[in-house]
């Protein structure tokens, strides 16, 4: 939990400023977006080399990789790959395929290697991705271990999330990437956290099921049974910094703080802020000592995702009660998200096809749809 900084204080206000004038932080006009932004398949395509294959993305917690020599090998977007952390603590990430004949070095999942061996004709690679070791060496042939590492992928630690982009050889400056977001995603803290749970969960299109991330509105009417009973619905304050937002809804205990005198309130009991990486991740603060993690990656096709959802807890549960608390807070969100969000998102999925809507329209209280729209748009050149 967030001491009452002074930005605490100040997100307080602005959120009782809009309850007490039933209003929300607006964008400047409702913004029009065709339906092909949703639906056409070249479009999409460009997109997502544009946004997801050339940007950083975070794709794991820092704490996925505790100690030195334990990894992360996943699947993304059809780029197998693997992230481990070195003997130098550094983290690292290689493409899954042995510089042999391309064999998977190791199966999704996690664990602790020593170094890489791989299945197939067992090539030894060391944690820095250097080709050690050839099994019959010499009845192979001619082998320049030189230009037969492990192909690596840029990757970076910062806020306790590992960035990586997934094409070979396009780097990046995380610093500059992150800019004024990078103090917030730090204030999280995310390396503090104890890792409850994780799981994939499939969903609508990229964009569908990105934009329930990003807006209160739906909050009342999706969520009446499940996270909605815990904020006030259409109430959010926005910020950008770059292409990455910040979101701040209003708990519904929020008018106790209109009875406190300020030097008393812990504001950060009475919103919850999520904080949104352009363009996939989300970390949200639902309940006090939990926070959901989130990465939506697009499917092969314009009409599906998969959704990494990762539960935190303040700390590791160290009574029964404890751990109840939080298997309840992972099922809530697993139910708000699944149940709720994707079966929505179904529905409009299926209405993409109909050609019901020539257009949506996304509203002035839903700036950080807009403001994503327009990210995209201008990182894929997208009208
Ligand atoms: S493919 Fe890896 S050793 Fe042959
Ligand atoms: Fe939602």
């Known amino acids: 939990m967030n001491a009452a900084t002074p930005e605490a204080v100040a997100l307080a206000h602005r959120a009782l400023t809009h309850l007490r004038n039933k209003t ?9 977006q065709p339906i092909e932004a949703y639906t056409d398949p070249v479009r999409f395509q460009r997109e997502v080399d544009a946004v997801f294959r050339r940007l950083p993305l975070a794709l794991a917690l820092s704490i996925e ?22 003997d130098d603590g550094r983290a690292r990430a290689f493409l899954n395929a042995c510089r042999h004949r391309g064999a998977a070095l190791c199966k999704d999942g996690q664990g602790r290697m020593d170094r890489f061996v791989c299945p197939y004709h067992a090539w030894q690679y060391d944690l820095q991705g250097q080709l050690t070791g050839l099994y019959g060496a010499s009845t192979f042939g001619e082998v320049d271990a030189r230009t037969h590492s492990l192909t690596e992928l840029h990757c970076e ?12 050889g396009v780097t990046f400056d995380i610093d500059h990437w992150l800019g004024d977001f990078a103090p917030h995603l730090e204030g999280l803290h995310l390396d503090n956290w104890h890792l409850h749970a994780q799981r994939d969960i499939p969903g609508p299109g990229w964009k569908v099921a990105w934009e329930g991330y990003l807006e209160a509105y739906h909050h009342n009417t999706v969520h009446v049974n499940t996270v909605g009973k815990f904020t006030i619905g259409n109430l959010s304050l926005h910020d950008t910094f770059g292409p990455h937002q ?17 030097d008393r309130w812990q504001p950060d009991v009475h919103i919850r802020r999520i904080h949104l990486g352009f363009p996939n991740l989300a970390i949200s603060g639902v309940l006090g000592d939990h926070c959901l993690v989130s990465q939506v990656f697009p499917g092969p096709t314009p009409d599906t ?4 959802q990762t539960v935190l807890a303040a700390r590791a549960p160290t009574t029964e009660e404890e751990l109840k608390a939080t298997e309840a807070f992972s099922q809530i969100v697993l139910q708000a998200v699944r149940d709720e969000d994707y079966a929505i998102g179904a529905t409009v999925q299926a209405a993409l096809r109909t050609g019901a809507n020539p257009s949506f329209t996304i509203g002035r209280n839903e700036p950080a749809v807009q403001h994503f729209h327009r990210m995209v748009a201008r990182y894929a050149g997208s009208p």
Do not use: H, K, N
Request: hydrophobic share 40%; net charge positive; with cysteine.
């Open 24 to 32: 929300t932080d607006q964008a400047a006009s409702t913004l029009t």
């Open 246 to 262: 910040r979101i701040v809804f209003g708990r519904r205990s929020l008018p106790e703080l209109l009875d406190q005198p300020e």
């Open 65 to 86: 990789l505790p100690t030195p020599r334990t990894y992360r090998a996943m699947t993304v977007m059809d780029v197998p790959l693997v992230l481990i952390r070195g």
């Open 305 to 308: 995702t998969v959704t990494r």
């Open 157 to 168: 630690e910062r806020a306790g999330l590992l960035w990586v982009c997934l094409t070979p």
